[in-house]
Nanobody, 125 residues
C-alpha cells in the first residue's frame, strides 16, 4: 500500500515562505516522479510543480516559476515544496501525488496514481 502524507501548511502573510513536505510510504519511492497540485476555494485542481524520479528534471507552473522549488530526498522517501514570496491568491489546499509507473506528462493530474490528503496553506494580506 502506498500512502502520502503532507505537512507544513499554515497561515502566513503575503511575502512569507513555507516549506511543505510529503512523506511517502513504500519501498520504491525512488522509482516514481512526484508532483504537487493545489486546489483554491471554489476552483479546480491546479498543477504546481513536479520532479522526475531521479530529481534530474523539474517542472513548474508559470505562476510559481522562480518562487517555488520542488526537491526530493529519496533516502528519506520525502518530497518537498519550498514556497517563497507567497501571494493571497495562492491560498489553497496543497496535495502531493505519486506518478504512475512510466508516466511522463507530469503537469497533468492523470499522470498520478496516489494522492495525499492535502495540507492547507492560507496567505493573508
Amino acid at each position: 500500500q502506498v500512502q502520502l502524507v503532507e505537512s507544513g501548511g499554515g497561515l502566513v502573510q503575503t511575502g512569507d515562505s513555507l516549506r511543505l513536505s510529503c512523506a511517502v510510504s513504500g519501498r520504491t519511492f525512488s522509482n516514481y516522479a512526484m508532483g504537487w497540485f493545489r486546489r483554491a476555494p471554489g476552483k479546480g485542481r491546479e498543477f504546481v510543480a513536479a520532479i522526475t524520479a531521479t530529481g534530474g528534471s523539474l517542472f513548474y507552473a508559470d505562476s510559481v516559476k522562480g518562487r517555488f522549488t520542488i526537491s526530493r530526498d529519496n533516502a528519506k522517501n520525502t518530497v518537498y515544496l519550498q514556497m517563497n514570496s507567497l501571494k493571497p491568491e495562492e491560498t489553497a489546499v496543497y496535495y502531493c501525488a505519486r506518478g504512475r509507473s512510466g508516466g511522463r506528462d507530469l503537469p497533468y493530474d492523470s499522470t498520478y496514481d496516489y494522492w495525499g490528503q492535502g495540507t492547507q496553506v492560507t496567505v493573508s494580506s
